[in-house]
């Protein structure tokens, strides 16, 4: 299936809020979606084939994927509402229609304003605040301008000469300023500007308000009244935590820039604003820039290269200024025939949103440069650079041995292509003779191990003899566990087999110095630098799996019988001799005629000729 082609970039998708777009193979836009977490959301799809024919049908179709984080769920729902309405994807169909979420509007063009509902924002001289996501919130603001304000609910014509006020009055849901007596304009007046403070975000000191009096309803017992004022006052403070920045009637009409320059190249993300709501999300990239490349210049390229077939809106936002913004400003307003303005916001919501198409940027740069050579690319290049090698050392291998004591020693190899472990082409060495007996001279008697140079140096001349013979792949650089003793011993076998123009190198685990053939002296990276964070990842996964193959060989030496070394004893009738007998030693002291019913003739020879 399609989608699991993409299972690689799925697993480095972010665990943050955000939105998905699945594409097809001719790059239209088949699908939005938005999720809490993106990693997790769009990780489900790889085992939902059968879920519906819809998702069956979508997941046959996807080809490319693209995301965009957020900083919350709510914006998250509002890009999506705003791209499914750009792209119209054939496969999104809750949101499909030209329904927004609402806002509230506060008719500030009457001579008794009210609050109502609004799916659009006007130019009427009215106040909008807004959008609410999701839409139940806007209801509740609503209400609570009547409960806390006394707005009017009523579409009469307001002139105060009404004789008694409405129901809407006794239940203290309105000021009635249809009758003067009751309310004066003056009073009305003054509710209104409440509700637009309250409308505009400024509620903090209406939510503490609203506590005083829910903590002295419950001090008299009235909790009914208290309940209600605990309400209001959550409804207040979950409109104010939903501010957000994907949507607002402030932003008008912009686009906004976000960059990211590595030693890979360049990812430049443009949000295009308009009508207040971010309603597409646009991509340009470079290969790989020249040395000292500032994030000013590849703005000043992208803005020339993206405003050359776009009409430039009214303000651009950037997140660095220009070289010369005052030249590109007078090019911008001459496409547009009007004036444009390039800022670059220092706070606020504005500055938020250019922070967030920053982020939005390093993530493509990541995917788009094929993470596994970009993340680590500065780590190569440093590697390269204090090697002195002639290319990226995109492919490295690893070695390490594991020992008690010179028993059961054995070697291991860990491969790292492009800064990625490659499980698959790990290798285990059973280390051989190591623990092999001195021949009889000058008396001695203890068996003799071999240390760890010999050790690697046996590992590393097996493991590139077969490689010659084999023809590759060499690695663009070996790397050794240990130090200058190790490093020496691992050059001495690659020159038996006739690779000694391989470079090799150690690093040692106390002091993490990295030992060169070259230089009589260790090499100190930079605490935290890439480069040694690389080489210590390397380092530690060979010497995790060389420490558990040894755990492997120690188990099975410990569970082995001595009866597995005897020819013709395997594991069924060692079994059926320690049940029959009760234990090696009452297998020892049997007889033949014990022995034979049990194994047979020639067994029980074998079995007494090795116990002799």
């Known amino acids: 299936m399609p989608i699991h082609d993409l299972k690689e970039q799925i697993g480095r998708l972010p665990e943050q809020p955000g939105v998905y777009v699945y594409l097809n193979r001719a790059g239209e836009t088949i699908y939005v979606g938005k999720a809490r977490a993106l990693r997790d959301r769009v990780r489900s799809y790889l085992a939902a084939s059968g879920a519906s024919p819809k998702t069956a049908a979508l997941l046959d179709e996807v080809a490319a994927l693209e995301v965009i984080v957020t900083d919350s769920v709510v914006e998250a729902l509002a890009l999506e509402n ?39 924002v006007e130019r009427d001289g009215d106040f909008y605040a807004g959008p609410f996501l ?9 209400l609570l301008t009547h409960r806390l304000f006394g707005m ?20 203290k849901r309105c000021l009635a300023p249809c009758v003067d007596t009751v309310c004066s304009p003056e009073r009305y007046r003054q509710a209104v500007d409440d509700t637009r403070l309250f409308l505009e975000g400024r509620n903090q000191e209406l939510a503490d308000e609203l506590h005083g009096r829910m903590m002295e309803a419950a001090a008299g017992e009235r909790f009914e009244e208290a309940a209600q004022l605990r309400d209001a006052m959550r409804t207040v403070q979950a409109v104010r935590e939903r501010q957000q920045k994907m949507a607002g009637t402030e932003l008008g009409d912009r686009d906004v820039f976000g960059v990211k320059v590595g030693a890979a190249g360049a990812v430049v993300q443009v949000f295009v604003v308009r009508g207040g709501r971010v309603v597409e999300r646009l991509e340009l990239s470079s290969g790989v820039p020249e040395p000292g490349t500032a994030d000013a210049d590849v703005l000043e390229a992208a803005v020339q290269q993206y405003y050359t077939a776009q009409t430039p809106p009214p303000e651009v936002h950037l997140p660095t200024a220009l070289a010369d ?52 690319f500065d780590a190569l290049e440093t590697l390269r650079a204090m090697l002195k090698l002639p290319a990226l050392p995109r492919r490295i291998e690893c070695f390490d041995i594991s020992t008690i004591q010179g028993a059961e020693t054995v070697g291991a190899l860990v491969v790292c292509d492009d800064g990625r472990m ?34 690697m140096a046996q590992v590393v001349q097996r493991r590139y003899l077969r490689l010659h013979e084999s023809g590759g792949p060499f690695p663009d650089l070996i790397v ?14 690659l020159e038996t087999v006739g690779l000694a123009n391989l470079v090799a190198i150690g690093l040692a685990k106390q002091e993490e110095l990295v030992f060169t053939r070259d230089h009589d002296q260790p090499i100190a990276l930079p605490e935290g630098s890439p480069a040694l964070r690389l080489l210590q990842r390397v380092r530690d996964e060979a010497h995790r799996f060389a420490v558990t193959f040894h755990r492997q060989r120690r188990t099975r030496r410990d569970l082995r019988s001595e009866l597995d070394e005897i020819p013709g004893i395997g594991v069924r009738r060692r079994k059926t001799l320690l049940t029959t007998f009760g234990s090696l030693a009452g297998v020892r002291r049997a007889t033949r005629e014990e022995l034979t019913p049990v194994v047979g003739a020639r067994a029980a020879d074998a079995i007494l000729r090795h116990f002799a």
């Open 422 to 455: 490659k499980p698959s082409e790990y290798r285990k060495f059973k280390v051989q003779g190591a623990q092999a007996s001195v021949a009889a001279s000058a008396g001695a008697a203890e068996p003799r191990f071999l240390d760890d140079f010999a050790a």
């Open 152 to 171: 009017r609910s009523c579409n009469e014509v307001i002139t105060g000469k009404r004789a008694r006020p409405c129901l809407e009055y006794d239940i």
């Open 480 to 493: 050794i566990d240990g130090g200058k003793g190790q490093l020496n011993a691992a050059y001495r076998a």
């Open 82 to 120: 705003n791209l499914i309405k750009q792209r119209a994807p054939k496969y999104n169909i809750l949101l499909r229609d030209d329904k927004n979420y609402p806002y509230l509007r506060l008719t500030l063009s009457e001579s008794c304003p009210r609050v109502l509902v609004a799916r659009s």
């Open 325 to 376: 913004p005052e030249l590109v400003e007078t090019w911008l307003s001459s496409l547009a025939g009007r004036r444009v303005h390039l800022l670059v916001p220092q706070r606020g919501d504005k500055r938020g949103l250019v922070e967030l198409a920053t982020r939005n940027a390093a993530l493509a740069y990541q995917s788009r440069m094929n993470e596994g050579g970009a993340a680590h």
């Open 134 to 142: 999701p839409a139940r919130f806007a209801r509740r603001a609503l």
